[in-house]
């Protein structure tokens, strides 16, 4: 068997990367942790807050419920299944912090904890305000 | 049917990540910022608040929803208070799931033990 053969045989045995089944979980993952948010929107409508506050109880809840769930572990298994499905809500970023911070308690709460929490949300910030900084001026010098 | 809606439109904006994550090699930061920035335009341009509207948590609770919400709150600072809010208002509009999410991670760190392997 020369090079080129074997090269062949690897790839033929390569695992296919199963991106469509990857993206149905991830849709489902994602789509539940909509559906999870919307459901307690419906509650806190119900139980009278306005249509306009509502979605921020619902962030602020998804944000407690995924602390507690990546502190129990199960985060990593809703992850592990939902992949791109449980990164990109808001569920993902409170778990990316709550992960960072916990990780690295032992090394103290100030140089650990402190230091590290924003490890994978502060980028996401520091971009988010910036983009918000630059559309901030050109709808102050342009828009309205 | 508003839940209908917020599953299949929250699960499609997933669908994305997901093929960046298998068909490239880029960090869950780099795409949660893009997600962000892209949530940015698509608020200040105007879009995303009326999707909104139709998608509810479907469209709140993906992180697209952070950036449009950074870019309301900048839209509705400099129209109350001039030129200040360019700086103001991303914030203020998403200070409380910011220092939400920032509290309660402190308190995390202290109540769980770290699952690192």
């Known amino acids: 068997m020369d090079n080129k053969q074997y090269g062949e045989y690897v790839k033929s045995r390569e695992k296919r990367s199963p991106i469509v089944k990857n993206c149905f979980n991830a849709f489902i993952t994602g789509g539940t942790i909509c559906l999870a948010g919307e459901l307690l929107a419906f509650g806190y409508e119900s139980a009278g807050a306005s249509a306009e506050d509502a979605p921020l109880y619902v962030l602020l809840t998804l944000i407690l419920l995924s602390g507690v769930f990546t502190g129990i572990g199960f985060y990593d298994k809703i992850a592990k299944f939902g992949g791109g499905g449980a990164l990109v809500p808001i569920t993902g970023f409170a778990n990316a912090m709550a992960a960072s911070a916990t990780e690295s308690r032992t090394e103290g709460l100030v140089n650990g904890t402190a230091v590290n929490l924003y490890r994978i949300a502060g980028p996401v910030i520091v971009f988010g305000t910036s983009a918000s900084v630059i559309y901030g001026v050109i709808y102050y010098f342009f828009g309205g | ?117």
């Open chain 2, 1 to 117: 049917m508003r839940f209908l809606r917020a599953f299949l439109i929250g699960g499609a904006l997933c669908v994305p990540a997901q093929i960046l994550i298998d068909k490239t090699k880029l960090m869950n930061s780099r795409i949660l910022t893009g997600y962000v920035v892209l949530g940015v335009i698509l608020g200040g341009a105007g879009i995303y608040g009326a999707f909104a509207d139709f998608a509810g948590s479907g469209a709140y609770v993906p992180l697209f929803g952070f950036g449009n919400t950074l870019a309301k709150g900048v839209k509705e600072a400099i129209d109350s208070d001039g030129a200040i809010g360019i700086l103001t208002g991303g914030l203020t509009g998403a200070a409380a799931g910011i220092t939400a999410a920032t509290f309660l991670s402190v308190l995390w760190s202290l109540i769980f033990k770290s699952r690192q392997k």
